[in-house]
C-alpha cells in the first residue's frame, strides 16, 4: 500500500539556524499539507499545497515558514531561522483530489521530530 | 472555527470488551468528522470519515463511528477490542462553512486494551 514517507526521522539544529524537512508525498497525489504537533498538544494544520502554490495557510505559517515542490516527488517545509519554540513533530499529509478538495482523506507520513537547542 | 473535544486522555478496556473513544464538535456548516490513530512512531493512519449520508460508518480493523448531529458527536466504537487497538486517536473536524482544507484535531485519547 502506498505510503507518504518522511525524511529525517529526527532533526537536532540550534536557534536560529535554517532547516529543510523532507516528504514524498502518495505518488498521484495531488493535494499536500504539513501539520505540526508541539509534544503534548494537538495536531496543528500549517499549510496546504496545490497545483504549485499555497492554497490555505494558518496564523502559525509566518515568514519564517515555506514550502516547495521542486521535483516532481518531494515537497519540503522550510524553517529559515529555527525559534525554540518550533520544537515539534511534523506531519506531511497528502490527499488525491478525486472525492472532492474539502471531504478528501489525507494520508500522513511518520512524521519528522525537530528539535531546536 | 471549527473545533473539536476529546473528553477522555485515556480510556483503558478489557480485551474481548466493546469500546468507545468520545468524540463532540462544534461548526458553523456541517462537519466532515474523521477518526485516524497513531501507532508508537508512526503517522497518523485514517480509520474512517463522515461526509454525508448514513449516520453510522464502518471503517478499517472493524472500526466504526455514528454521527449524532443533536448531540453533536461522533463517538468511535468497536464490538470487542484487542491488545492490538492500544494506540492514539485522534478526531478530527472540518466546517463546511469555511470549503478549506483546515482540517481541527482533538487533543487525542490513548486507549489500552488489557489482555
Known amino acids: 500500500e502506498p505510503e507518504v514517507t518522511q525524511t529525517p526521522s529526527h532533526q537536532v539544529t540550534q536557534m536560529g539556524q535554517e532547516v529543510i524537512l523532507r516528504c514524498v508525498p502518495i505518488s498521484n497525489h495531488l493535494y499536500f499539507y504539513w501539520y505540526r504537533q508541539i509534544l503534548g498538544q494537538k495536531v496543528e494544520f500549517l499549510v496546504s499545497f496545490y497545483n504549485n502554490e499555497i492554497s490555505e495557510k494558518s496564523e502559525i505559517f509566518d515568514d519564517q515558514f515555506s514550502v516547495e515542490r521542486p521535483d516532481g516527488s518531494n515537497f519540503t517545509l522550510k524553517i529559515r531561522s529555527t525559534k525554540l519554540e518550533d520544537s515539534a513533530m511534523y506531519f506531511c499529509a497528502s490527499s488525491d483530489g478525486t472525492s472532492g478538495r474539502v471531504t478528501d482523506t489525507q494520508y500522513f507520513g511518520p512524521g519528522t521530530r525537530l528539535t531546536v537547542l | 472555527a471549527q473545533s473539536v473535544a476529546q473528553p477522555e486522555d485515556q480510556v483503558n478496556v478489557a480485551e474481548g470488551n466493546p469500546l468507545t473513544v468520545k468524540c463532540t464538535y462544534s461548526v458553523s456548516g456541517n462537519p466532515y468528522l474523521f477518526w485516524y490513530v497513531q501507532y508508537p512512531n508512526r503517522g497518523l493512519q485514517f480509520l474512517l470519515k463522515?461526509?454525508?449520508?448514513?449516520?453510522l460508518v464502518k471503517g478499517s480493523y472493524g472500526f466504526e463511528a455514528e454521527f449524532n448531529k443533536s448531540q453533536t458527536s461522533f463517538h468511535l466504537k468497536k464490538p470487542s477490542a484487542l491488545v492490538s487497538d492500544s494506540a492514539l486517536y485522534f478526531c478530527a473536524v472540518r466546517d463546511t462553512a469555511y470549503n478549506n482544507n483546515d482540517m481541527r484535531f482533538g487533543a487525542g485519547t490513548r486507549l489500552t486494551v488489557k489482555p
Open positions: 463522515y461526509i454525508t449520508g448514513d449516520n
